[in-house]
């Protein structure tokens, strides 16, 4: 494959474009809530542990108390951006972030084999500045990861048709099982991609890059009597509702992409270079019309509340630790009445750094901080406050215009 100093230029133009939008108020976008924190503790523990799982997370779909598992490639990739920034979820954030830029380029040129130049730069055009693709770059989930190694299935897409080497045809057939691991959704890639295979043996070829990478899922259910087959027969036996399977963003985030790579390829004779140019520049100005501004509060997470609020408030929190000057609190927990009762944030950045309570005991702790609107908080129905009775408030500090964090003691 012949490399030319404009297709470089060309490649770093796009991937200069992508980071600089991308970096425009990365701080105030990022998601770092629940989920993030959660699979984060997840993936420290894996390490500290040196632990080997062959699952990873649940999924949504739950029924009788048991959800669908998902492939343990969530936490170990997920580890690798941990490890690079020290666990720090900013840092660590704007590193996937880096990596998902540099996927412009197996993806410019797994099109280009597969299509044509102009097809490839509209693809990558839209891969740097499409919204949706913005929206979903810049924080840790399943199908973000998933979404970033598509460009890898394009390019080994790409050398098996202009090679027709079944190495190719191995390695496509591979990174689905690899990538259906973070979304089981892109299953659906298996029989997509068939329209490359046409005789018996170029099946067994494929069928066998598939099962080694979903092998992990594949080995799970074989120890665990197809754990996951029956979970997902009960659920459609006895949900009521396929609210699961509603067509959110994160869940056609991928098929997007594929279906944009396809379309590009059938129209690739009627894509010119005006095309190519006023769709970058309408993207653009739509892009610096929605990022620039700074937000009010991160993507998908509450109201006037983002990520370094919940670390300003473990940083005060963090003074009133054994290790602080002020309150030299030992027998403490935490409520985080915005969006997260549990506090899972704040507690992903206690574990990191060797902070250790009884993370789960709200019904024994002598004192608890609650991160709210106002002191009104008692009547809360949720027991992690509810419970905590009687009490006196012995400190407040102000997060923002809109949260406080406050500290009460438990009454004898």
Same mark, same amino acid.
């Given at each position: 494959?012949?490399?030319?100093?404009?297709?470089? /230029?060309?490649?770093?133009?796009?991937?200069?474009?992508?980071?600089?939008?991308?970096?425009?108020?990365?701080? =105030?976008?990022?998601?770092?809530?629940?989920?993030?924190?959660?699979?984060?503790?997840?993936?420290?523990?894996?390490?500290?542990? +040196?632990?080997?799982?062959?699952?990873?997370?649940?999924?949504?779909?739950?029924?009788?108390?048991?959800?669908?598992?998902?492939?343990?490639?969530?936490?170990?990739?997920?580890? *690798?951006?941990?490890?690079? =920034?020290?666990?720090?979820?900013?840092?660590?954030?704007?590193?996937?972030? %880096?990596?998902?830029?540099?996927? $412009?380029?197996?993806?410019?040129?797994? *099109?280009?084999?597969?299509?044509?130049?102009?097809?490839?730069?509209?693809?990558?055009?839209?891969?740097?500045?499409?919204?949706?693709?913005?929206?979903?770059?810049?924080?840790?989930? =399943?199908?973000? !990861?998933?979404?970033?190694?598509?460009?890898?299935? $394009?390019?080994?897409?790409?050398?098996?048709?202009?090679?027709?080497?079944?190495?190719?045809?191995?390695? *496509?057939?591979?990174? %689905?099982?690899? $990538?259906?691991?973070?979304? !089981?959704?892109?299953?659906?890639?298996?029989?997509?991609?068939?329209?490359?295979?046409?005789?018996?043996?170029?099946?067994?070829?494929?069928?066998? =890059?598939?099962?080694?990478?979903?092998?992990?899922?594949?080995?799970?259910?074989?120890?665990?009597?197809?754990?996951?087959? *029956?979970?997902?027969?009960?659920?459609?036996?006895?949900?009521?509702?396929?609210?699961?399977?509603?067509?959110?963003?994160?869940?056609?985030?991928? @098929?997007?992409?594929?279906? !944009?790579?396809?379309?590009?390829?059938?129209?690739?004779?009627? $894509?010119?270079?005006?095309?190519?140019?006023?769709?970058?520049?309408?993207?653009?100005?739509?892009? /610096?019309?929605?990022?620039?501004?700074?937000?009010?509060?991160?993507?998908?997470?509450?109201?006037?509340?983002?990520?370094?609020?919940?670390?300003?408030?473990?940083?005060?929190?963090?003074?009133?630790?054994?290790?602080?000057?002020?309150?030299?609190?030992?027998?403490?927990?935490?409520?985080?009445?915005?969006?997260?009762?549990?506090?899972?944030?704040?507690?992903?950045?206690?574990?990191?750094?060797?902070? @250790?309570?009884?993370?789960?005991?709200?019904?024994?702790?002598?004192?608890?901080?609650?991160?709210?609107?106002?002191?009104?908080?008692?009547?809360?129905?949720?027991?992690?406050?509810?419970?905590?009775?009687?009490?006196? +408030?012995?400190?407040?500090?102000? /997060?923002?215009?809109?949260?406080?964090?406050?500290? !009460?003691?438990?009454?004898?």
């Amino acid at each position: 494959m012949k490399i030319e100093k404009k297709q470089i /230029l060309l490649l770093l133009v796009f991937i200069f474009l992508y980071i600089f939008i991308r970096f425009v108020n990365f701080t =105030g976008h990022l998601n770092f809530s629940f989920d993030q924190a959660w699979t984060s503790t997840r993936a420290l523990e894996i390490w500290r542990n +040196k632990e080997l799982t062959l699952v990873g997370p649940g999924s949504s779909i739950v029924t009788g108390g048991k959800q669908i598992l998902q492939g343990s490639i969530n936490y170990y990739f997920l580890l *690798v951006f941990l490890l690079l =920034g020290n666990f720090e979820p900013l840092i660590s954030s704007y590193l996937f972030m %880096i990596f998902t830029a540099l996927m $412009i380029i197996p993806l410019f040129y797994g *099109v280009k084999l597969l299509f044509n130049q102009k097809a490839a730069i509209l693809i990558i055009s839209l891969y740097s500045l499409l919204p949706l693709y913005i929206d979903f770059s810049r924080f840790f989930f =399943g199908p973000n !990861f998933q979404f970033s190694l598509i460009p890898f299935l $394009i390019l080994f897409t790409g050398f098996y048709k202009k090679t027709k080497k079944q190495i190719y045809l191995f390695l *496509v057939f591979f990174m %689905i099982g690899v $990538i259906s691991q973070f979304h !089981f959704a892109t299953l659906i890639f298996f029989p997509i991609f068939l329209v490359y295979v046409n005789t018996r043996f170029r099946f067994i070829v494929a069928l066998s =890059g598939f099962l080694l990478g979903f092998s992990p899922i594949i080995i799970f259910e074989l120890k665990n009597k197809f754990y996951n087959l *029956v979970v997902f027969l009960e659920y459609l036996k006895n949900s009521k509702s396929l609210a699961n399977f509603q067509l959110l963003p994160h869940r056609y985030l991928s @098929l997007s992409l594929i279906l !944009f790579i396809f379309l590009a390829g059938y129209l690739r004779k009627k $894509i010119t270079d005006k095309i190519i140019f006023v769709s970058c520049l309408l993207f653009l100005v739509v892009d /610096l019309l929605i990022y620039f501004p700074k937000p009010k509060n991160a993507f998908g997470m509450a109201d006037n509340w983002n990520y370094p609020m919940e670390k300003k408030a473990y940083e005060i929190i963090k003074k009133a630790m054994p290790a602080g000057r002020q309150e030299n609190l030992q027998d403490f927990n935490i409520v985080n009445l915005v969006y997260d009762n549990l506090s899972v944030v704040i507690k992903y950045q206690m574990k990191k750094d060797n902070y @250790l309570i009884d993370f789960d005991d709200y019904y024994h702790n002598k004192y608890l901080f609650v991160i709210n609107k106002n002191e009104n908080i008692f009547n809360n129905p949720a027991y992690e406050v509810n419970t905590f009775k009687p009490r006196k +408030k012995l400190n407040q500090w102000k /997060l923002n215009d809109s949260y406080y964090l406050y500290l !009460f003691e438990r009454l004898k």
